[in-house]
């Protein structure tokens, strides 16, 4: 199982970014990937997840109605949409595979460690004032 975080970038308050989780070795929907984010001197935080089973999605409370996960299952990949960005969005992104298809809210709020992985090279997001 391999999944690689990629798109990240500097950008403006407001501003959107899309980022792309590629993943193999694994059947697209056979586990929930997950999206998270470590800020400097931060814990790593869950904040989104996706099932491929059903294309069910997850958000956290905080990036509700700014973050969206789509995905492309021709690709194995999943995307995570980023609008009205924050500096306090400043962070590195990784996705990850669940140990099981399932995710949810619950599931984001525990240790990552707990349920994802293993964990890729992240993707930085740094958004300016």
């Known amino acids: 199982v391999q999944l690689q975080a990629s798109g990240g970038g500097l950008v403006q308050a407001g501003g959107s970014l899309r980022l792309s989780c590629a993943a193999s070795?694994?059947?697209?929907?056979?586990?929930?990937i997950g999206w998270f984010r470590q800020a400097p001197g931060k814990e790593r935080e869950g904040v989104a997840c996706?099932?491929?089973?059903?294309?069910?999605?997850h958000y956290i409370d905080s990036v509700k109605g700014r973050f969206t996960i789509s995905s492309d299952s021709a690709k194995n990949t999943v995307y995570l949409q980023i609008d009205s960005l924050k500096p306090e969005d400043t962070a590195t992104y990784y996705c990850?595979?669940?140990?099981?298809?399932?995710?949810?809210?619950?599931?984001?709020?525990?240790?990552?460690?707990?349920?994802?992985?293993?964990w890729g090279q992240g993707t930085l997001v740094t958004v300016s004032s």
């Open positions: 990850a595979t669940g140990s099981t298809y399932y995710c949810s809210v619950y599931v984001l709020l525990q240790p990552p460690r707990w349920n994802f992985g293993p």
């Open positions: 070795g694994f059947t697209f929907g056979e586990y929930a």
């Open positions: 996706f099932m491929g089973n059903d294309g069910s999605t």
